[in-house]
């Protein structure tokens, strides 16, 4: 019986409201009064910030691309030798 | 080996520069107390969302060594340690960051905020204690147990203990101002791949890394 009573009520935490959540409306992404960084989009700066970002992500990237060759190349030298060795 | 293929690194490259890109270009919500800083959340979420996956694959290799002890394993969950807590120390970074420009202060006492400089902590005592260590297998043996232990108590530090009480954070607890950053579509449409390719971007480094190791080993017999 308590067992029942317990688990009846756990479930009874389902109705449990804490916060309501605020729904982004379309609205949201038309309004004038929240300052933005249109002066950037309107003077196309913000694609210096995007070109920025970019070239610092590719540089970065390309040097993982590098050291994964890298070793890629390491790791075949070793299978060889090793066939070599064992043959 | 999965760790050699390209097909997910060229996914990685190309979700990257999409949401660097795109993260920066497209259209965002336009709410009070954020204003642009929204799009931080395409780099700062995703640097949680890696951690616990990396944290998670080291655990899983800690485990599977406790079932069977091997050098190759140690450093899977080692490497996967490495990566995992330097995602970590991105996320804290970048929030604090962002929080001092939106919640007014580097650091609010926000209940994630500690747990998760807590759950850090915890982290960085696993590297003091394979330091400690000298004899290698009892290296791995102690740290792996270490590792199954940390991450066990990140669990409920990060996920539970901010939603028991008042916090800053969205989704847990919460403020007005924040509640209104509930994840909306177009949002989705740059977060999603953001989780994806930063975490590959995890692997990739951390494979990156075992790999090294393990020529190194083999080259130091």
């Not at chain 1, 029942?4 to 959540?21: E, R, S």
């Not at chain 1, 540089?59 to 890298?70: A, F, N, P």
């Not at chain 2, 807590?118 to 005592?125: D, E, K, N, R, V």
């Not at chain 2, 290698?136 to 203990?161: G, H, M």
């Amino acid at each position: 019986m308590r067992k029942f009573l317990i688990i009846g009520f756990l479930f009874l935490t389902i109705i449990v409201n804490g916060q309501d959540k605020i729904k982004i409306e379309e609205s949201d992404y038309a309004n004038q009064q929240v300052e933005m960084a249109d002066v950037m989009r309107d003077n196309g700066k913000i694609y210096v910030v995007v070109g920025v970002v970019t070239v610092i992500l590719v540089v970065l990237l390309g040097y993982l691309i590098t050291v994964d060759r890298k070793v890629t190349r390491l790791e075949k030298r070793l299978e060889t030798s090793d066939k070599n060795h064992s043959a | 080996m999965v760790m050699r293929k390209s097909w997910w690194k060229i996914v990685t490259i190309i979700l990257l520069l999409y949401v660097v890109i795109g993260g920066l270009l497209m259209d965002v919500p336009r709410l009070n107390i954020l204003n642009e800083t929204i799009r931080a959340l395409y780099f700062h979420v995703p640097m949680w969302f890696g951690m616990i996956i990396m944290l998670g694959i080291a655990v899983y290799h800690s485990i599977k060594y406790l079932k069977n002890p091997s050098a190759e394993r140690d450093i899977k969950a080692l490497e996967f340690v490495n990566v995992g807590v330097l995602f970590g120390v991105l996320g804290i970074v970048t929030g604090m960051f962002w929080a001092q420009f939106t919640w007014g202060e580097w650091w609010s006492g926000d209940p994630k905020q500690n747990a998760s400089a807590i759950g850090l902590l915890i982290y960085f005592a696993y590297f003091v204690l394979r330091g400690s260590l000298e004899d290698d297998e009892q290296k791995a043996r102690i740290s792996a147990v270490y590792n199954i232990f940390a991450f066990c108590a990140l669990i409920p530090l990060l996920f539970i203990l901010p939603r028991l009480t008042d916090s800053l954070h969205p989704g847990n607890g919460g403020n007005p101002g924040f509640n209104a950053y509930d994840l909306d579509s177009k949002l989705r449409l740059v977060f999603y791949p953001a989780v994806i390719a930063w975490t590959f971007l995890g692997i990739w480094i951390a494979t990156l890394r075992i790999r090294i190791k393990t020529l190194q080993n083999v080259l130091d017999q």
